[in-house]
C-alpha cells in the first residue's frame, strides 16, 4: 500500500485531540512512506493532515469539485490537485485511487464515503482495506449501531469483519497491511 485516501471532517471538532489524531496518523504514513489521497481541502482535519504531510514533503493528492475550488476550500500546495465536476466524481476518483482507506473524525460527507467503501468492498467492486481510525472514541455510537443492524439482520458478520476499528495508527496500517478480504460467496437474503 502506497496510496491511502482519508476521509475526514472539513472541521477540526471541539476537542483539539481530533487535531492531534490527524497529526499522529500522518506522522505514521510519513514513517511508511505512504502518499496522501484526499478531498483537497484546506480546512478542517483535512488540511491538518495535508499540511502534515506536505511538510514533510510527502506527496498529497488532492480531488475537489470545482464548485468547492469556487468557494476557495482548495488547498493549493498539493503535489497535484484534481478539479472534477461533482461530489460522485471526487468519491470515485478516491476510490480509485487509493491503496487503503481511512475514515477519520468526521461529519456527513465522511459518513458517506465510509458508507460508500463498506458496500464496495462488500459486493467486491474493490477490495481494499478500510479503517475507522475512532480517535477519542469518536466512533463508538457508530460501531454500536453497526452491530445492533447485524443483530436486527440487516447486516452479516461478515461485512462487518471487513472493517478495521481502531484509534492507534500503527495498528491501523498493520492490519490495513495483513488485510485479506473475505466475501460471502452468495448473499443469503433474510
Known amino acids: 500500500m502506497k496510496k491511502i485516501t482519508i476521509y475526514c471532517g472539513s472541521n477540526k471538532g471541539k476537542n483539539p485531540v481530533f487535531a492531534e489524531g490527524a497529526k499522529a496518523l500522518a506522522k505514521e504514513m510519513i514513517k511508511r512512506d505512504m502518499s496522501l489521497v484526499y478531498g483537497a481541502g484546506n480546512v478542517g ?24 475550488v469556487d468557494i476557495e476550500v482548495a488547498h493549493t500546495g498539493c503535489t497535484e490537485l484534481t478539479v472534477v465536476e461533482t461530489m460522485r466524481d471526487r468519491k470515485w476518483l478516491m476510490a480509485e485511487k487509493g491503496d487503503g482507506f481511512i475514515a477519520m473524525p468526521g461529519g456527513i460527507g465522511t459518513f458517506e464515503e465510509l458508507f460508500e467503501i463498506m458496500t464496495l468492498n462488500q459486493l467486491a467492486y474493490i477490495k481494499k482495506p478500510l479503517a475507522l481510525y475512532n480517535v477519542n472514541g469518536y466512533y463508538e455510537g457508530l460501531i454500536s449501531f453497526l452491530n445492533h443492524a447485524s443483530e436486527q439482520g440487516f447486516l452479516h458478520q461478515a461485512q462487518l469483519d471487513l472493517l478495521i476499528v481502531s484509534s492507534d495508527p500503527v495498528e491501523i496500517f498493520d492490519k490495513m497491511a495483513a488485510f485479506e478480504p473475505k466475501y460471502i460467496e452468495k448473499w443469503e437474503v433474510r
Not at 502534515?52 to 468547492?68: D, S, T, W
Open 45 to 68: 482535519l483535512m488540511g491538518v493532515i495535508a499540511d502534515a504531510m506536505l511538510e514533510a514533503g510527502m506527496q498529497v493528492y488532492g480531488i475537489i469539485p470545482q464548485k468547492l
